[in-house]
């Protein structure tokens, strides 16, 4: 019986003119398979359709500053995470942390905004957004140090914790129907240059700068990556797993505060319980496929962004459903997953009954 | 052998798509079920002309699958035929949450070049208002909202319909389907109750329930009913669920204030009449369904472009009602509705013309046993949600008169509550 069957075999690094041909053929084929998707199920031409994307992310001067900001605050969340995943500490709980760190900002700026001048209201919105990323991060965190508590479902539970929280405060502080806080613009975060998500952009930057010298040049970023590697090699060369443990959760929970912060404090002022809007899982995908590198990550959120917000155009531009564009963003993402799984292994056939034995 | 089965298969199978295409074109062109509509269309008034380089922008919710943003999307169909507007004119925003998103798509809708902005749902109220504050030059309409009166902008406007005459007139229709059923031994006149499928307990909801039960109780007089809040406008499992909660409660025929199928889908699935709002669900409820009221956007439309092409100014509320041909029904589903609903509708849509039936008419119902000669409604959106307007004049609740939505909160004998979602 000579079946055939297949083994994966981890590649030899390749040239980075190889890596980059690779991709720009993923890119191009997943284009082409889109094309053809849109074609059988709407009957739409593909080119006006793509066209219809680059337009919903760089049609006008309002739409690129609306994409930046929206790169910039998905970037944060996404560095928020990666020190955690850098250690194997499964943080899904940034959704929640991100939107209790809003929920801070919000409370600040409604409750101190009238009684408070105005910088010293901003110190107390950034400390507030802080302290509550780190009290939601930290939880888990002890509670895995301590006990080996299970971290994914712990943070998936702390989300639902945080998303409860602010329908309650909406609940019990805004009376009107639809149970939406008006905007309180005036207590916003300052305005650079008149532009409103500039602030944002340039504090995200400083930070993809700051975390990206944390996690390569310091003590603590190599202790990050022993105790991702092998928690016995970090205790056998004296690191104290648990101190790292927590003490990277609470730059993940502060960063993710800040996050929060930027979103209600920076664009939006207000809060609802879609304001974080999945974003907290999306930078999980955005920090493994930028390879935890906050480099590599402004690309990878860039390139989600832009497709989010060009999937959106279209299905706007053409009435389609939003489905469509979501189906589009998927095979787009889904040619990306699989040409970086290929750059690292090959499939090589082997034959059973020889190799098995 | 196989090879004759799977002929055979094959055969059965094309012969059963063809009869079941068979049953659903029968359906579709069997239109005898359906009656016209007991109100006669109006047609717009259209009296300008739309330069070229004219924009308008639509901000929706949800998308066609809301039974409430169709409605909003047929009337911009609508008013794109009439006016002759090209895809480029009229440019339609939807799945737009009630969020900071509604301010980045009325702003994106500006850079566009859009001179009126429109936005749909009672949340994207605020976002609108900054958006406004923005752009003084561009004009921004909300449906159902209820700041404008008081915000101080000139270029923020609220609308609504008087949908509670609508409202009132499907539940004549219920009222009437009550009495068949009780003249037919189904159930005892005291056994008549009805069940509501509400999304909040909101002034624009409990008008809009009470009005249908005021249309039902005018004709039969001892009905009731219970109503179920869901807590959110477009939720099909939690809808369904009232529904099918309210019909195990032994609700005799079923309406709603939400927009998704769940609630007509249930009434449908268990055989209990149903008043639809927002449009027919003839389509996929043919069993059940009776009526619906809802309201027609169109006029509005043309009345918000015809102001700014004329360069004139829009009024800060604006509600429209039957004479406008924004307050419309469906036809009347013939095959479940009772005999005579036709006549005994279109009369009443006479008299609301003329003045001389008022939907909240004091003397048909009572607060905690008694008549009501004066009230005071929450009128002007304020922090506290005070009541602040008397709005009971001549023995007449006065919906809609000094805000185009509703601010008819009043809990009436007759209606039990099972909940309460704000």
Same mark, same amino acid.
């Given at each position: 019986m000579?079946?055939m069957s ?8 390749m040239v ?10 993923? &890119?191009?084929?997943?284009l ?7 074609? %059988?199920?709407?009957g ?7 066209a ?6 760089f049609?006008?001067s309002?739409r690129?500053?609306?994409l ?8 944060? &969340? ?5 020190p955690?995943?850098k250690m ?10 991100v939107?209790?760190?809003?929920l801070?900002t919000?409370?600040?700026?409604m ?8 910088p =010293?209201?901003?110190v107390?919105?950034?400390?507030a957004?802080?302290? =509550? ?6 939880i888990?965190?002890f509670c ?9 479902l ?8 945080a998303?409860q929280?602010?329908?309650?405060f909406l609940?019990?502080?805004?009376k ?7 905007p309180?613009s005036?207590?916003?975060?300052p305005?650079l240059?008149g532009?409103?998500?500039?602030l944002n ?7 993809t700068?700051l975390?990206?010298i944390?996690l390569?040049k ?5 202790e990050?990556s ?6 016995n ?19 993940s ?5 800040? =996050? ?9 002022h207000t ?8 974003r907290?899982?999306?930078?999980i995908?955005v ?8 480099v590599?990550?402004?690309l990878?959120s860039?390139?989600i ?9 279209v299905?706007t531009?053409f ?26 292994y090959? %499939? ?8 098995n034995? | ?5 799977a002929?055979?298969?094959a055969?059965i ?9 068979g ?6 062109n069997?239109?005898?079920g #359906?009656?016209e ?11 300008y ?5 004219f924009?308008i922008g639509f901000i929706?919710l949800?998308?066609?699958?809301s039974?409430?943003?169709?409605n909003f999307?047929?009337?911009?169909d609508?008013?794109?035929?009439a006016?002759?507007?090209t895809?480029?004119?009229v ?8 969020g900071?998103?509604c301010y980045?798509?009325?702003k ?6 859009c001179?009126v ?11 609108m208002?900054q958006a ?7 004009q921004?309409?909300?449906a159902?909202g209820?700041?404008?009166h008081t915000?101080g ?5 609220n609308a ?5 005459e609508?409202r009132?007139? !499907? ?6 389907k ?5 003249e037919?031994?189904?159930?005892? !006149?005291?056994e ?6 509400g999304a909040?307990t909101y ?12 249309g039902?109780k ?6 009731? #009913? ?5 807590g ?8 369904k669920?009232a529904?099918? !909660? ?25 055989g ?7 449009g ?5 409820c043919y ?5 619906s009221s809802a309201i027609?956007?169109?006029?509005y439309?043309?009345?918000i472009?015809?102001?700014v092409?004329?360069?004139?100014k829009i009024?800060?509320?604006?509600c429209?009602?039957? !004479? ?6 469906t ?8 005999e005579g609903?036709y006549?005994?509708i279109?009369a009443?849509?006479?008299e ?9 008419d004091?003397?048909?119902f ?6 009501l000669?004066s009230y005071?409604?929450d ?6 949600f005070?009541p602040d307007?008397e709005v009971?004049a001549d023995g007449?609740?006065?919906?809609s ?5 509703p601010?008819?909160?009043l ?5 039990t ?6």
């Amino acid at each position: 019986m000579n079946k055939m069957s297949f083994h994966l075999v981890k590649r030899e690094p390749m040239v980075w003119y190889k890596n980059v041909f690779v991709r720009a053929i993923a &890119i191009i084929a997943s284009l082409i398979v889109s094309a053809v998707a849109i074609t %059988i199920l709407t009957g739409k031409n593909p080119l006006e359709v793509y066209a219809s994307m680059v337009s919903g992310a760089f049609g006008s001067s309002l739409r690129i500053w609306s994409l930046v900001q929206n790169v910039a605050i998905l970037l944060c &969340i996404s560095l928020a995470v990666t020190p955690a995943f850098k250690m194997k500490f499964w943080n899904c709980g940034a959704e929640g942390q991100v939107l209790i760190g809003g929920l801070a900002t919000t409370a600040v700026m409604m409750f101190l905004g009238d009684s408070l001048p105005y910088p =010293a209201l901003i110190v107390v919105m950034l400390i507030a957004s802080m302290l =509550a990323g780190i009290i939601w991060s930290v939880i888990p965190a002890f509670c895995k140090a301590l006990w080996n508590t299970n971290e994914t479902l712990f943070t998936l539970m702390m989300n639902y914790v945080a998303i409860q929280s602010v329908a309650f405060f909406l609940k019990y502080f805004v009376k009107s129907g639809s149970g939406v806080l008006a905007p309180m613009s005036e207590y916003g975060l300052p305005v650079l240059f008149g532009q409103s998500y500039l602030l944002n952009i340039i504090i995200v930057a400083v930070l993809t700068v700051l975390v990206y010298i944390y996690l390569k040049k310091t003590k603590h970023g190599y202790e990050i990556s022993v105790v991702g590697e092998s928690e016995n090699t970090a205790k056998y060369i004296g690191i104290n797993v648990r101190k790292v443990v927590i003490r990277t959760l609470v730059v993940s929970g502060a960063l993710c505060g800040i =996050a929060g912060l930027l979103l209600v404090g920076g664009t939006n002022h207000t809060i609802s319980t879609t304001t974080v809007d999945g974003r907290g899982f999306t930078a999980i995908m955005v920090s493994w496929l930028g390879k935890f590198n906050p480099v590599y990550m402004v690309l990878t959120s860039f390139l989600i962004v832009f497709l989010q917000r060009g999937a959106g155009q279209v299905s706007t531009d053409f009435r389609l459903p939003s489905a469509i564009s979501d189906i589009v963003t998927g095979i787009i993402l889904f040619f990306i997953i699989g040409c970086e799984f290929f750059l690292q292994y090959k %499939i090589v056939s082997t034959k059973s009954g020889k190799e098995n034995d | 052998m196989k090879k004759i089965l799977a002929v055979m298969l094959a055969a059965i199978m094309i012969f059963s798509l063809a009869a079941c295409g068979g049953n659903e074109t029968g359906k579709e062109n069997d239109n005898k079920g #359906m009656s016209e509509s007991p109100i006669a269309e109006v047609a717009l008034n259209v009296d300008y002309e739309v330069p070229s380089d004219f924009k308008i922008g639509f901000i929706c919710l949800h998308d066609e699958n809301s039974t409430y943003d169709l409605n909003f999307l047929n009337a911009v169909d609508k008013i794109k035929e009439a006016l002759k507007l090209t895809d480029e004119q009229v440019i339609v925003r939807v799945n737009i949450p009630e969020g900071n998103e509604c301010y980045v798509a009325a702003k994106d809708l500006v850079s566009e070049g859009c001179k009126v902005v429109f936005a749909n749902s009672f949340g994207h109220e605020d976002f609108m208002i900054q958006a406004a504050k923005e752009f003084p030059e561009v004009q921004f309409c909300h449906a159902t909202g209820t700041k404008a009166h008081t915000s101080g902008l000139d270029n923020y406007h609220n609308a609504f319909a008087s949908i509670y005459e609508g409202r009132f007139l !499907a539940g004549v229709a219920a009222g009437l389907k009550l009495n068949e059923m009780i003249e037919a031994g189904k159930f005892t !006149a005291e056994e008549a109750k009805m069940g509501y499928v509400g999304a909040f307990t909101y002034a624009e909801v409990i008008s809009g329930y009470t009005s249908f039960y005021l249309g039902a109780k005018s004709v039969c007089p001892t009905v009731t #009913m219970d109503v179920q809040f869901t807590g959110s406008w477009y939720d099909a499992t939690e809808e369904k669920n009232a529904a099918e !909660a309210l019909i195990a409660r032994d609700c005799k025929l079923i309406s709603q204030h939400a927009d998704s199928m769940g609630a007509p889908g249930a009434c449908e699935a268990a055989g209990i009449p149903n008043v639809s709002y927002n449009g027919s669900t003839y389509d996929s409820c043919y069993e059940t369904f009776i009526i619906s009221s809802a309201i027609n956007w169109a006029p509005y439309y043309n009345y918000i472009i015809g102001q700014v092409v004329k360069g004139e100014k829009i009024d800060a509320d604006w509600c429209g009602g039957i !004479a406008e041909g924004s307050v419309v029904l469906t036809g009347i589903n013939q095959g479940v509705a009772a005999e005579g609903t036709y006549e005994k509708i279109q009369a009443l849509v006479e008299e609301i013309k003329a003045g001389k039936l008022n939907v909240f008419d004091t003397a048909s119902f009572t607060v905690g046993g008694k008549k009501l000669d004066s009230y005071q409604a929450d009128v002007d959106t304020d922090a506290a949600f005070q009541p602040d307007t008397e709005v009971i004049a001549d023995g007449v609740f006065n919906e809609s008169e000094f805000r185009s939505a509703p601010y008819f909160d009043l809990r009436i004998d007759g209606i039990t509550l099972l909940n309460e979602k704000f």
